[in-house]
């Protein structure tokens, strides 16, 4: 957000305007009126405008007055105070004219609280997007005052990341999910996204490689050179899996992946193409994701991990002739239905001989475990995927 005068007629693209009222709904008054009311004309005089220089915050009507007092409260601080004094006096006469005074105070003060602070006074982490120009002047958007404004932060991060680099995507996803947490702030809109882009996550040495191998194959006709390069990066990783482990390796990585898929245009190829940004492979194993993981599934003694979907489906009557009375009992209700949570509590207890008696039964009825035991190859349940990456 810039602080330099701006209102709904002149917000061209229309981020601001749904952002703003996103923060403030408006009433219904202001949703159905037509574009007329809400924009002034070409010709209209200036005594319609709160800003009668600049001819912004047009007050022909009821809805365009609501409207005006909606972006000049977030816009004032691009005024000086008597400027700011004049336009505020001038959208409160409109507003009392059209009748719609309480509303326009109700909505001063919505802002008002919502400020707190001068923006001016702000430090940089408090805003979600800070650009420096070449001579250092900065412009800040988004701030993150409040649960409100990183909410809505969280929701435009999703709408618009791939516009930002992966660096610029990992330093603003870090500064929202910080806010969200000094305030609370729910940014289940955001879908994981933050996550990802903040590098909070892991992933195998093996699937980087193959992300960089599947680059390759898609840039070998146009782009031979690069697909060899990336190509050898892979190796080398399949080599020494260990390099691509740290959080400072990962993110390398994923700033070298995300600056050739602009490069290339396999950019175009992200959702609806296929191709999975750099970070949702490189951090794909987040905390969420693999405590998710691990509450869904039980993991035995003899280290099969089970889904307890696919464990709750045996019959009881399979269970006791297998495992016995004991433990039928333990994890049923009432011996007639096998009971989930009693699953998750029970089964990682067995001893190795119970375990492996269960990972028969599992077999005979073709319930496969959904991760076999780390001994017979490279792969490890998520949650131990996890730490073991963050060592």
């Known amino acids: 957000m810039s602080n330099l005068p701006l209102d709904h007629a002149h917000d061209i693209s229309g981020r601001e305007t749904h952002r703003l009222t996103s923060l403030y709904p408006p009433p219904d008054f202001v949703k159905n009126a037509s574009e007329a009311r809400l924009k002034a004309a070409a010709d209209t005089p200036r005594h319609l405008f709160a800003d009668q220089i600049n001819k912004l ?86 701030p993150l005052r409040n649960a409100t404004e990183v909410k809505f932060a969280a929701h435009y991060f999703k709408t618009y990341r791939d516009e930002f680099t992966f660096e610029d995507r990992h330093v603003i996803a870090r500064k929202i999910l910080t806010k969200a947490a000094e305030f609370d702030a729910d940014t289940s809109d955001a879908d994981g996204t933050l ?85 949702e492979v490189l951090f794909a194993i987040t905390e969420k994701v693999a405590n998710d993981f691990m509450n869904a599934h039980v993991e035995t003694t003899t280290g099969n991990v089970y889904a307890l979907e696919d464990l709750e489906k045996l019959a009881v009557e399979e269970v006791r002739n297998w495992l016995g009375d004991d433990f039928a009992d333990a994890v049923s209700a009432g011996g007639v239905y096998i009971d989930r949570d009693k699953l998750a509590a029970i089964v990682p207890t067995l001893d190795r001989g119970m375990a492996a008696t269960l990972d028969r039964l599992a077999s005979e009825k073709g319930v496969a475990p959904a991760v076999k035991s780390a001994a017979a190859g490279n792969l490890l349940p998520l949650a131990r995927l996890y730490e073991l990456a963050q060592d």
């Open 57 to 142: 915050y047009p007050c022909h009507s009821a809805p365009a007055t609501w409207m005006a007092a909606l972006f000049f409260n977030d816009k004032q601080a691009g005024y000086t105070e008597k400027q700011a004094s004049d336009v505020r006096a001038r959208i409160n006469e409109a507003a009392a004219f059209f009748g719609i005074s309480g509303l326009v105070k109700e909505l001063e003060e919505k802002a008002a609280a919502a400020s707190g602070v001068d923006l001016n006074q702000l430090p940089d982490e408090s805003f979600a997007v800070v650009w420096t120009d070449q001579d250092g002047n900065k412009d800040r958007h988004f």
């Open 195 to 279: 996550e990802l882009s903040a590098g909070l996550g892991v992933c195998a040495a093996k699937v980087a490689s193959d992300m960089l191998r599947q680059r390759a194959q898609l840039l070998q006709r146009n782009r031979a050179d690069l697909a060899a390069t990336l190509t050898k990066l892979a190796a080398t990783i399949d080599a020494n899996p260990e390099t691509s482990r740290t959080e400072e390796s990962r993110l390398k990585l994923a700033a070298v992946v995300d600056q050739v898929d602009r490069d290339t245009h396999l950019d175009r190829l992200y959702d609806k193409g296929g191709l999975a940004r750099p970070e």
